[in-house]
């Protein structure tokens, strides 16, 4: 047995003498000063985080470039990019539950670095966002402020944690030298269009050639009679480019709340219209946006999804989001006018089944539609006349259901158009209330049929989804359905309802489709039709469908489309703490890129960052807080045509735009000269010697909440980047990971409101209380909204820092939601005191092992436990590979606790493999072990396959008395595994040749018998 005094003096400088700890450590007043506590652990792991800060320990050189120092120490060892999904920087700071997923990523990354790889592992903020303003606008704080103090507290707490990041690489969306290029990514994609014949993006340049040479004919809107591109005016090219642009602006419907002045997203709108914050009234209008063609990706987002690896469930999550549909488009021209109106439908062959058209009441040919006076026999039920809800509203005669004669078309809608525009898409889209609509007064000829249909507006259908009008077919769709009875409305049958369906509901065969209770929705066969469509009796359906696209496309009525749940991404906020668009607007009112020496355009200092409030009407228009700024909104500029006064954008980009490329700026964050260089770029994300664009972040770790739009997002602008040659890959991240929540009890008082958890007391009798009074408990994810949150400060005090990493690795599966139990957290504190004892002398602090080889029994633990653990750490199985060192801790301790003498190669195998899991601890026992320098980069122990096999026993075999054989079993087979074991053996065979066995007998352990005739 040898002591740490061999290795390093005495106890109490050991560490210090090699040169792994910058300071000794203080003891503690008891008889045991090298106890493992709270603050012995705590004088620890703020010595390593120091040591290795200092030293750089972390610090993942580039290739080439100012990042490259030591590089030729890991050139031509494997590359590994693991990452967090950055988190918005809370003014509450951080919970116990915020770390689960860095914690996870740290064990990963250290596990890879000692086992070989070069491994980077950075760290961000995602540190624009509305909570900042918010507090400025209360207070009067600049939100830059505030975020800078809320990032320094952050990183404060998570610094605590000592996660392994290459702090170097650290960035935060809010730097100005980060969103100048977040701007420059912005005017790539500006200057951009998707070429569809090229399946790619191509720069706007080459589609002007393209122009000019007349190799492409110049189609938009501001071209409808398909002049020459020589013919038009400068203008009107400008207009054409700009419906090709991949980021452009157009008018879109958003939920405008003039109250706040500025648009919300749906989240944001309660369920009566209104703002949730402020109780304001909330309008759906049309308003000029920026948006992103992300719709002109919407395929290879779906395909590209079979280049990664992400679990089934987010790539679904994400095929459901893009939506996409294979159908029909069609035509229905309006009756005494060329007007036509385009309607996608993935049921074309139930078009004879159109007996109306319901159209969004924003669609923009409502107008134009809208007849001067109603037709002969409008019925009063089509006219909206006695409103929603209302007593004698617009329009009500004095009978209270009569129109009076100002009650024309034009009114009618008009007043449904208010009524809708108070509603929410996710009002609109659900059953929950009534359906409503009102006539226009025009009709459009059913192609199939040959019959006029009346056009209503209906508030369920959404502009936002397919081409904003239905053909509405009411016996084969629920909400056509009801709204044709609501109005009294045709309800003819395309198929007949299978015998299944009608004694389901009831319904007798024969029965007129007006008297089912609900539309029959299946797939059945089809009846004979009127008209001069296509017949389909007889058909399947995919016949039929492909049967009648043919026809459409034979008339010119239709042609087969593909449509998508996606839409285009909208890119405007009215808000002051954004990245500012890096455009400006001429005297034409069309927008002009910024040349990219005048970036970044950074933010106009200011005071009072309250969007301009509005009348509560859905005609006012937003003034955006940096519109107020007047000498920053109107600038002079030489944009290659001279000295011109330009107008700013005043709008911000979106929080989402930060998000989007920071992976990318983590790879080369001190680059002023590019956003990130190629050879940098490829070293890290390409996958060597792979296929062309092969590759991505090796693991990206973050919530599931994020499975849809971050991760859409960022896949476009990648793929964007990809197209123009400036990004290796076609994915951005290779690997995906979604780490559960942590959940803890919360309470609610008799109001129904959330109390702090930590001010609820048990009372004597067992009760809950808070101030007194009984609350109720329930479980849900900590945080702030449930007042249940813990500080990880708290723990770091009572216990240490790798006594909760430990606990939060060891509560279940890294991809499971857990329950929080603080209580629980002694178990892991124990574990790592058991660690120390057994290695650590309490009274002097020095390592007390010896140098004898271990017995068989704990060779094979150790190397049964290092098979075990590198498959767990390989896999992120954390809390398994937790179980399994407790085990083999639990395990030497019996072992060899009462000798006191541990063997070295235990003691050693034992700590590098706590290492990633606890690794303050574990660098402080390696240094008492007597190591020079830091085990991070140390290589990972090795387990030999034939030392972790089980143990065997010889056990002899009796043939009818006598020993006629031997053979060799596991320790632990059961009687079964022997009796296969010895019937396989080769002298079985010969001894029991042309004999018949009567019965066998096996002893476990001892001996097997064996009769025979």
Known sequence: MTSSSEHTGNASTAAGTHGTTPAKIPPLVSDLPFRYGAHLAGDIERRWQQTWSERGTFNAPNPHGPLSDGFDQVAGRPVFFVMDMFPYPSGSGLHVGHPLGYIGTDVFARYLRMTGYHVLHPFGYDAFG???EQYAINTGQHPRVTTEANIDNMRRQLGRLGL???TRREVATTDVEYYRWTQWIFLKIFNSWYDDEAGRARPISELIADFEAGTRAPRGDANPHNRPWSALRTTERRQIVAGYRLAFISEQLVNWCPGLGTVLANEEVTAEGRSDVGNYPVFRRPLRQWMMRITSYADRLIADLDLVDWPDSIKQMQRNWIGPS???????????????????TTRPDTLAGATFMVLAPEHPLVDTLTAQAWPQGTPIAWTF???IDREAGPGTGASGNRPTPEWTPRAAVNAYREYAAHLGDRQRGTDEIPRTGVFTGSYVTNPVTGDPIAVFLADYVLMGYGTGAIMAVPAHDQRDFSFARTLGLPIPAVLAPDEDWRAEHNVPAGAEPNTWPVAFAGDGEYLPATGVGPPLVGLSKPDAIKSTIRWLEDVGAGRAARSYRLRDWLFSRQRYWGEPFPI???????????????LPVTLPEMTDFRPSAMADDDVSDPVPPLARVTDWATVTLDLGEGPKTYRRETNTMPQWAGSCWYYLRYLDPTNSERFVDPKVERYWMHTPDGPPGDGGVGLYVGGVEHAVLHLLYARFWHKVLYDLGLVSTREPFKKLFNQGYIQADAFTDGRGMYVPAAEVVRTAEGTLRYNGEPVNRRSGKMGKSLKNSVSPDAIYDSFGADTLRVYEMAMGPLDADRPWHTDDIVGSHRFLQRLWRNIID???GGAVVSDVTPDAEATRMLHRTILAV?????DLRFNTAVARLIELTNFVSKRYGASGGLPRELAEALVLMVAPLAPHIAEELWARLGHDGSLAMHPFPEADDSLAVDPTVTLPVQVNGKVRFTVDVPVDADEQAVRDLVAGHDEYARHTADRTVKRMIVIPGRIVNIALN
Do not use: N, Q
Not at 584 to 598: I, K
Not at 870 to 874: F, G, K, S
């Open 326 to 344: 294979d159908g029909a488009t069609v035509e229905f021209t309006a009756v005494g006018s060329d007007i036509r109106i385009e309607v996608f």
């Open 870 to 874: 590198r498959a767990d750490y390989t």
């Open 842 to 844: 309490e009274a002097t």
């Open 385 to 387: 006349a006695d409103g």
């Open 130 to 132: 509305l909570p900042a």
């Open 584 to 598: 400006v607007f001429d005297d034409d009112g069309l927008p002009v890129a910024l040349s990219e020496d005048l």
């Open 164 to 166: 392994g990041h290459d």
